[in-house]
Nanobody, 122 residues
Framework: QVQLVESGGGLVQAGGSLRLSCAAS????????MGWYRQAPGKQRELVAT???????NYADSVKGRFTISRDNAKNTVYLQMNSLRPEDTAVYYC????????????????WGQGTQVTVSA
C-alpha cells in the first residue's frame, strides 16, 4: 500500500509563514501529480496547488503569489511554502498523490494524507 505523511502545520499569526511537507512511501513506481488541498470547517475540500512530475504547477487564485508548491522526486516528497498567511487560510491541509504502483500496471491511483491543521490568527 501507499502512505502519505504530512507535517509542518501549526498556529501562526496573520502575515506569517509555514512550510508543509508530505512524504509518500510504500508501493510506488512513479508519481504523476502531487498536490495540496484544504478544507475549512463547514466548507468543501478545495484545491490549493498541484505540481506534475516535470514541475508544471497550478494554483488556486486565492493563493497565487503567496504560496509556492515544489517537489523532490527522489524523495517522493511535496512541499507547500505558505507566505503572507491570512485568517481565511485556516483549514486542514491534505496532501494528494496520483501515482502508478508497478511498472506493468498503467492505471493510476489517488491517495490522500491524513491532513494537517493550519490555523492563522488575526
Amino acid at each position: 500500500q501507499v502512505q502519505l505523511v504530512e507535517s509542518g502545520g501549526g498556529l501562526v499569526q496573520a502575515g506569517g509563514s509555514l512550510r508543509l511537507s508530505c512524504a509518500a512511501s510504500g508501493s510506488i513506481f512513479s508519481i504523476n501529480v502531487m498536490g495540496w488541498y484544504r478544507q475549512a470547517p463547514g466548507k468543501q475540500r478545495e484545491l490549493v496547488a498541484t505540481i506534475t512530475a516535470v514541475g508544471t504547477t497550478n494554483y488556486a487564485d486565492s493563493v497565487k503569489g503567496r504560496f509556492t508548491i515544489s517537489r523532490d522526486n527522489a524523495k517522493n516528497t511535496v512541499y507547500l511554502q505558505m507566505n503572507s498567511l491570512r485568517p481565511e487560510d485556516t483549514a486542514v491541509y491534505y496532501c494528494n498523490a496520483v501515482l502508478r504502483q508497478t511498472a506493468w500496471d498503467i492505471r493510476e491511483y489517488g491517495y490522500w494524507g491524513q491532513g494537517t491543521q493550519v490555523t492563522v490568527s488575526a
